[in-house]
T-cell receptor
């Protein structure tokens, strides 16, 4: 298994543009998580899904951010419109069902908004 | 409130020196605790979890419920240990699905 796959790995965009980040979880994992990592705030959970259903989106910073999981093998995180303060590394992670356990992280997408 | 505190942003030691990365948590129930590590330009990965009580790469961490701490220790640091270390808490509420991370501590091991 290639692990959690994220694309693109790097994204540079101008303020006001729409940005879409993509994630493919590990096959068979039924929980998916989106995190944002910045120097100032560290790793923050933005939203997570169980069985494709959003469970907790309390970490989504504002309405400009939205996430979807149309099926078990794909999720998107969209920012519209983007702002310079959205510049960060965005990680996707997945884990299988049941009890406490490891989350498997993707390589991250480094977003720069100019 | 559920919180993980890592008081040190940077820990700088020489090779062969002992290392202790501090982690304190705030949670009223019985959490599951983890240490994740991020080497330069690599993805975040699990280092160890408290329920396993195992030693990984020479690192150990003991849960102290009285002090609400889960410090990471290694008796002799190696240069390849240089990385970013995150302590994380998984609360029972929500079925242990979430991970709440501390701010992270950068460990720099010098030759």
């Amino acid at each position: 298994d290639a692990g959690v796959i994220q694309s693109p790995r790097h994204e540079v965009t101008e303020m006001g543009q729409e940005v879409t980040l993509r994630c493919k979880p590990i096959s068979g994992h039924n929980s998916l998580f989106w995190y944002r990592q910045t120097m100032m705030r560290g790793l923050e959970l933005l939203i997570y899904f169980n069985n494709n259903v959003p469970i907790d989106d309390s970490g989504m910073p504002e309405d400009r951010f939205s996430a979807k999981m149309p099926n078990a093998s794909f999720s998107t995180l969209k920012i519209q419109p983007s702002e310079p303060r959205d510049s960060a590394v965005y990680f996707c992670a997945s884990r299988p069902a049941g009890g406490p356990g490891e989350q498997y992280f993707g390589p991250g997408t480094r977003l720069t908004v100019t | 409130a559920q919180r993980v505190t890592q008081p040190e942003k940077l820990l700088s030691v020489f090779k062969g020196a002992p290392v202790e990365l501090k982690c304190n948590y705030s949670y009223s129930g019985s959490p599951e605790l983890f240490w994740y590590v991020q080497y330069s330009r690599q993805r975040l990965q699990l280092l160890l979890r408290h329920i396993s009580r195992e030693s990984i790469k020479g690192f150990t961490a003991d849960l102290n419920k009285g002090e609400t701490s889960f410090h990471l220790k290694k008796p002799f640091a190696q240069e390849e240990d240089s990385a970013m270390y995150y302590c994380a808490l998984s609360p029972r509420s929500g079925g242990y699905n979430k991970l709440i991370f501390g701010a992270g501590t950068r460990l720099a091991v010098h030759p």
